[in-house]
T-cell receptor, first 116, second 112 residues
Framework: NAGVTQTPKFQVLKTGQSMTLQCAQD?????MSWYRQDPGMGLRLIHY???????DQGEVPNGYNVSRSTTEDFPLRLLSAAPSQTSVYFC???????????????FGPGTRLTVT | AQSVTQPDIHITVSEGASLELRCNYS??????LFWYVQSPGQGLQLLLK??????LVQGIKGFEAEFKRSQSSFNLRKPSVHWSDAAEYFC??????????FGAGTILRVKS
């Protein structure tokens, strides 16, 4: 199993450009999510999905879109990049979204995005 | 609203000394609590978790944490720190382990 994979590892964008950060998992996990990490702020939830075709907003969704057409993939789209979106982005997945049993979230290696 | 506070931004300990990283949370229901570790340039790795039962939980790499409901705390401890423990540590609270709310993190430095 590759676990959670993210591409690209690094990206530089100009203000106003759009791009898609890719996330894939091969563990048949139901739940997937995107976080951004900024210094001194920990990780903040952007969007999440409890299964194919179902997505919802997290704490900081503005400027980002997501879709979940398959169980494996959960891409994050930046519609019009802004310098405030300079951050490290992490994708995560866990086995179940609806169980009362706590399952571990597995994190990808991250994508470091700079918007100039 | 849910929140997690890690009061210490940086902590420096000598190799072989004991370690305690503090975490306080605010959560309306029974909390699912986690400690993650992040090495430089890496993703996050789960150290341990608590959601019910024994309030002292054991994790990987010799770490443990104690849940104290009366103090809304979930402090991480290790009796003897190794140089390889230098990293950033995050406390988090969430719903069944999903939709996590993270603290700001504590950077651990280990002196040899």
């Amino acid at each position: 199993n590759a676990g959670v994979t993210q591409t690209p590892k690094f990206q530089v964008l100009k203000t106003g450009q759009s791009m898609t950060l890719q996330c894939a998992q091969d563990m048949n996990h139901e739940y997937m999510s995107w976080y951004r990490q900024d210094p001194g702020m920990g990780l903040r939830l952007i969007h999440y999905s409890v299964g194919a075709g179902i997505t919802d907003q997290g704490e900081v969704p503005n400027g980002y879109n997501v879709s979940r057409s398959t169980t494996e993939d959960f891409p994050l789209r930046l519609l019009s990049a802004a310098p405030s979106q300079t951050s490290v982005y992490f994708c995560a997945s866990s086995y179940s979204a609806r169980s009362t049993i706590s399952y571990e979230q597995y994190f990808g290696p991250g994508t470091r995005l700079t918007v100039t | 609203a849910q929140s997690v506070t890690q009061p210490d931004i940086h902590i420096t300990v000598s190799e072989g000394a004991s370690l305690e990283l503090r975490c306080n949370y605010s959560y309306g229901a029974t909390p699912y609590l986690f400690w993650y570790v992040q090495s430089p340039g890496q993703g996050l790795q789960l150290l341990l978790k608590y959601f019910s039962g024994d309030t002292l939980v054991q994790g990987i790499k010799g770490f443990e944490a104690e849940f104290k409901r009366s103090q809304s705390s979930f402090n991480l401890r290790k009796p003897s720190v190794h140089w390889s423990d230098a990293a950033e540590y995050f406390c988090a609270v969430g719903e069944y382990g999903n939709k996590l709310v993270f603290g700001a993190g504590t950077i651990l430095r280990v002196k040899s």
